[in-house]
């Protein structure tokens, strides 16, 4: 795990020398991607300059250092991840008659090897892992970014005056001298909504995220820059395993599952220095620990954090988990003070504005962890493929319960839904509770209140799952002089899914997944310089998860039904059998407390209207009646206060 990041400016002029310096100052922005070495390469003659930091996880020697030259001498790469089978492909690259004078053990070795041998298109479909990378053809002076397929690994570009600037973070692109950045009100908008800026856009105008799974090639930045090209489809994944669903019987197909995810586990265990697994006992983060310790001839180093609310505490589960396998397991229960001591570093962490609150404990843990390990294992991907999250399935059956309901009917049902103040909700629900069947019961019943009365308002399932996944439901209302571009959620020619959960599964796969969560993991431990990996983000699990019958995900409103049959085979079914919880924190009560003067500050009405972005007046009222206890509006706050933090530690200069 290491940060890239580069500059192509053709008309640049410059020296080896002074190009080295620029690009090493870039480099230097992203240290914490990659504390153990650095390294830089530059073609005066093209303009062209690329830096690396090493977080040395693989091959510790000299001999894995990047910036790499091919064999032949024609690619030159800067690669940020792991390609997992490299072993497998320099077998595969011995038998086939290829000669090669490997000078280590690296996989950024075999790779470039193989893009010698095979050519670029044909070597990156072989390749399994998560990468993100520029491949410098010095023969064709052609620059190739690449990222892996569900985007585990981030990569940014941009072309400022004629010259292309990219990074695995937007951090060292600021460091370049031709830099521009305006906010992107457009993007602001999406991320209000959001709570994340979605892929392509950025915050920054003119400044764009590589998408998953393609290939952006640029013979000439002074140029309009292409498409990016794919070399895999989530989409074709999702339709082609309907289509030709596997019609093996349970045991059968829990036999499958449970091999694939000893190969991909296995695959990640591959490392040189100490590695660990994140674990919070629930079912996906428990199968990674389970087969982790299968394949460990010593006890595996487990990690999970515990708060003294009750309702965000999975730390007892964890431990429980790790004792029946037998792990050496670290906890550290987190105070409300350590968690909030992370909220000033988060602007800078996350270097775009980014709202999931989650993000704190994933903070938390990843520094836990890096005290004792370099590599952990996370679970990250399991909801996604195996129908886990609970809004799948209340959705679903919501609106087919409602769909064919009259809109003027359901919109009295919504209205007098939202004539009960939220607490009394769950004062009413939470008294119930204990009579509520086990799947039924659930924390925070108001906020599923709220969110129920929004679907009755809808007209089409796309829109309930963009309502289920709005922060704010109209955005450019609050962004002043922004309207909302496209994205994957928006576009006209979405997929022929017909399932209703099916289909939510696969918005999230292409959006939420890699825009949210694996920037969030992403972020929180490269902050710490720690590699995180996603063994149930293996591409070759997720074709076969969406090629299983819906009732091998979900069955009787229970989600991950075959994940959890392979469960079954390691830990006791009463150590994970739990309602779902979110990986999260108060921030509702804290912002009624220990944060509200720092949230008035950020979110007072002058300081507001000279920002120039937001309208004060929804923002105030959102906060007034979030005060006083009229509605939990903490997901909306927290992605204006977000915006604001960022705003005064990355913004101010580039507005």
């Known amino acids: 795990?290491?940060?890239?990041?580069?500059?192509?400016?053709?008309?640049?002029?410059?020296?080896?020398?002074?190009?080295?310096?620029?690009?090493?100052?870039?480099?230097?922005?992203?240290?914490?991607?990659?504390?153990?070495?650095?390294?830089?390469?530059?073609?005066?003659?093209?303009?062209?300059?690329?830096?690396?930091?090493?977080?040395?996880?693989?091959?510790?020697?000299?001999?894995?250092?990047?910036?790499?030259?091919?064999?032949?001498?024609?690619?030159?790469?800067?690669?940020?991840?792991?390609?997992?089978?490299?072993?497998?492909?320099?077998?595969?690259?011995?038998?086939?008659g290829v000669s090669v004078n490997y000078r280590g053990h690296s996989d950024t070795e075999v790779m470039l090897a193989a893009i010698d041998a095979w050519g670029l298109h044909a070597a990156v479909r072989r390749f399994i892992g998560m990468f993100a990378f520029a491949l410098w053809d010095r023969r064709e002076r052609v620059l190739h970014l690449v990222r892996d397929r569900l985007g585990v690994k981030p990569l940014y570009y941009g072309c400022p005056q004629g010259t292309l600037l990219f990074g695995s973070e937007l951090k060292p692109l600021r460091k370049h001298p031709n830099f521009r950045g305006a906010?992107?009100?457009?993007?602001?908008?999406?991320?209000?909504?959001?709570?994340?800026?979605?892929?392509?856009?950025?915050?920054?105008?003119?400044?764009?995220?590589?998408?998953?799974?393609?290939?952006?090639?640029?013979?000439?930045?002074?140029?309009?820059?292409?498409?990016?090209?794919?070399?895999?489809?989530?989409?074709?994944?999702?339709?082609?395993?309907?289509?030709?669903?596997?019609?093996?019987?349970?045991?059968?197909?829990?036999?499958?599952?449970?091999?694939?995810?000893?190969?991909?586990?296995?695959?990640?265990?591959?490392?040189?220095?100490?590695?660990?697994?994140?674990?919070?006992?629930?079912?996906?983060?428990?199968?990674?620990?389970?087969?982790?310790?299968?394949?460990?001839?010593?006890?595996?180093?487990?990690?999970?954090?515990?708060?003294?609310?009750?309702?965000?505490?999975?730390?007892?589960?964890?431990?429980?988990?790790?004792?029946?396998?037998?792990?050496?397991?670290?906890?550290?229960?987190?105070?409300?003070?350590?968690?909030?001591?992370?909220?000033?570093?988060?602007?800078?962490?996350?270097?775009?504005?980014?709202?999931?609150?989650?993000?704190?404990?994933?903070?938390?843990?990843?520094?836990?962890?890096?005290?004792?390990?370099?590599?952990?294992?996370?679970?990250?991907?399991?909801?996604?493929?195996?129908?886990?999250?609970?809004?799948?399935?209340?959705?679903?059956?919501?609106?087919?319960?409602?769909?064919p309901v009259p809109a003027r009917a359901r919109r009295l049902v919504a209205k007098a839904l939202r004539a009960l103040a939220p607490r009394s909700w769950d004062r009413a629900l939470s008294t119930a509770r204990p009579y509520l069947p086990h799947r039924l019961r659930m924390e925070h019943p108001a906020d599923k209140v709220a969110k129920v009365a929004g679907i009755l308002e809808l007209a089409e399932l796309d829109q309930v799952y963009r309502h289920l996944v709005s922060a704010w439901r109209d955005p450019t209302n609050v962004a002043i002089g922004s309207a909302e571009p496209e994205t994957l959620l928006t576009r006209a020619d979405q997929p022929p899914i017909a399932d209703a959960t099916l289909r939510m599964m696969y918005f999230d796969l292409v959006t939420y997944l890699p825009d949210d969560i694996l920037v969030k993991v992403d972020r929180a431990s490269m902050g710490v310089s720690l590699e995180a990996r996603e063994p149930l983000l293996d591409h070759r699990l997720v074709e076969f998860a969406w090629r299983l019958p819906m009732a091998m995900k979900s069955r009787h409103g229970v989600g991950k039904w075959l994940l959890r049959r392979v469960l079954d085979r390691y830990v006791p079914r009463d150590l994970v059998e739990r309602p779902k919880t979110g990986f999260g924190l108060p921030i509702d009560s804290w912002l009624r407390g220990p944060l509200r003067e720092w949230a008035n500050a950020l979110l007072d009405r002058r300081r507001l209207e000279a920002g120039g972005f937001f309208r004060p007046e929804p923002i105030q009222e959102a906060w007034a009646r979030h005060q006083s206890g009229r509605s939990q509006e903490h997901h909306r706050l927290w992605a204006v206060l977000m915006f604001q933090a960022w705003l005064e530690q990355n913004g101010r200069a580039q507005t």
């Open 1 to 96: 795990m290491c940060g890239l990041t580069g500059f192509w400016g053709p008309e640049a002029g410059l020296t080896e020398e002074e190009l080295s310096n620029l690009v090493r100052n870039m480099a230097g922005a992203i240290v914490h991607r990659g504390p153990d070495a650095a390294g830089e390469w530059s073609e005066p003659a093209a303009g062209y300059a690329v830096g690396f930091r090493r977080l040395s996880i693989i091959d510790l020697s000299p001999a894995g250092r990047q910036p790499m030259i091919s064999g032949s001498g024609r690619y030159v790469i800067a690669f940020n991840g792991e390609v997992y089978n490299f072993e497998a492909i320099r077998r595969e690259l011995t038998e086939s």
């Open 183 to 403: 906010v992107n009100r457009g993007a602001l908008a999406l991320y209000l909504r959001h709570a994340y800026v979605p892929a392509p856009h950025t915050i920054f105008e003119g400044y764009f995220k590589l998408p998953p799974a393609s290939i952006l090639s640029i013979a000439d930045p002074r140029r309009p820059l292409p498409a990016p090209e794919p070399y895999w489809s989530a989409r074709e994944v999702a339709c082609a395993g309907i289509k030709d669903p596997l019609l093996q019987d349970e045991a059968e197909l829990t036999e499958r599952l449970d091999r694939l995810l000893r190969d991909a586990v296995g695959l990640r265990l591959i490392s040189d220095v100490p590695l660990g697994v994140f674990l919070s006992g629930g079912i996906d983060s428990s199968v990674v620990a389970a087969i982790a310790q299968a394949a460990s001839s010593r006890p595996a180093r487990t990690f999970s954090i515990g708060f003294s609310e009750p309702a965000y505490d999975e730390a007892p589960h964890a431990k429980r988990v790790a004792q029946h396998l037998g792990t050496e397991h670290t906890e550290l229960y987190v105070t409300p003070r350590d968690a909030l001591d992370v909220v000033p570093k988060l602007p800078a962490l996350y270097d775009e504005p980014f709202a999931d609150s989650s993000q704190i404990p994933t903070y938390l843990v990843s520094a836990m962890a890096r005290k004792h390990v370099t590599v952990c294992l996370s679970g990250d991907g399991g909801d996604e493929l195996f129908a886990g999250y609970n809004r799948y399935n209340h959705a679903a059956q919501l609106w087919r319960w409602v769909g």
